[in-house]
């Protein structure tokens, strides 16, 4: 039988798994909240046209696509959430003083699940700050995310930093390479191919170098800019580490590019312990009002299954059965101690059907 299937790259979540989310979720939306960052809730579809210019072209080509039978009109689900944000900041909340600080988390779906990830549909949670990117900005978003991560018990943070703009910046005057040859330039340098970057410039061998260990790799970068090109850039982020300082383990890879493609100057991915690849990740970037005219911002996106699903945040059961017959009173009153009650409907009923680690007797929980 084939009916009960689900599509490949989509899966239920079952208890304790989808409750440990749902926790997840309000920790992390609730220090996002304690900082100023209200909630928006964009809808999950809409105009294909409009989406895929806020999208940028390489990230338009994962949204579904179907035809409104409404309007007639092409409709995209939404592959990413951040770009939503920037419409509801350029239209509904334009008048509103900058900088704005929301935050949102939402289901979105991807067209293709990449082999590595071969999720298509996760659940994204994130804040923008839309108005400035400066460095005092970069500190809060950053800040705001590791606070949120670590109130949700997530351990093990380290933080990977990126100059998503330098290659550009480099290639247009100090260390000028060919139009033509600018983004090999950057896919080889991504890919760490000195030989490929080499036949292209030499020039640009010392940036696979400066990547690793945060200090290591920013004393590389400085002593690589001898004209200076990069001095604001390089000071902004030692500000921004100096901040992290003790807080997490830093890394920066100047030339990192995936999924960096619509950032400016910095970009920085977030992984944890024990978790295979990034649970999130963040950066400056602009916003695309109806002008044309754009407006700067940075935020961060986190994507918290495989939080939950790697076993981070899922809690050992403590339910406690309550047998027929128990003063409504008295169970209210376990709840207030922060157990949860599981009443018993009929006399066949038992606690290890009800996956209860605890029975309700005399008054007081008793292991089963």
Known sequence: MTHSLLPEGFHDRLPPFADAAAVLEARLLGVAFAHG???VDPPSVEFVDGLARRLKASRAIDAVRYVDPVSQRTLAIRPDMTAQVGRIAATRMAHHPRPVRLSYAGQVLKLRAAELAP?????????????????????????????????????????????????????AGPLAVAADQVERLKDRLDAKDAGAVAAIDPRYLPLIAAAGPFAAAYDRLQAFDTGGALRSRLEGLAQIAAALDGRVAMTLDPTERHGFEYQSWIGFSIFAGGL????????????????????PAI???????????????????????????TDPALAAAMRAQGWVTVAQLNDGDTPEAQLCTHVLQGGEAREV
């Open 37 to 39: 960052y209200e909630r």
């Open 119 to 171: 999720e298509r549909e996760a659940r994204q949670i994130g804040c923008e700050l839309i108005g400035l990117d400066n460095v005092a900005a970069a500190q809060e978003v950053v800040g705001v995310a590791v606070e949120a991560l670590a109130a949700a018990d997530v351990g093990g943070l380290s933080i990977d930093f990126t100059l998503p703009d330098l290659v550009d910046t480099l290639a």
């Open 276 to 295: 295979r690849g990034e649970i999130g990740r963040g950066g400056s970037y602009t916003v695309v009002h109806e002008n044309g005219a754009e407006e």
């Open 299 to 325: 935020g961060f996106s986190l994507y918290p299954d495989g939080i939950v699903d790697g076993g981070l945040r899922v809690p050992e059961r403590r339910r406690l059965f309550v047998p027929i017959g």
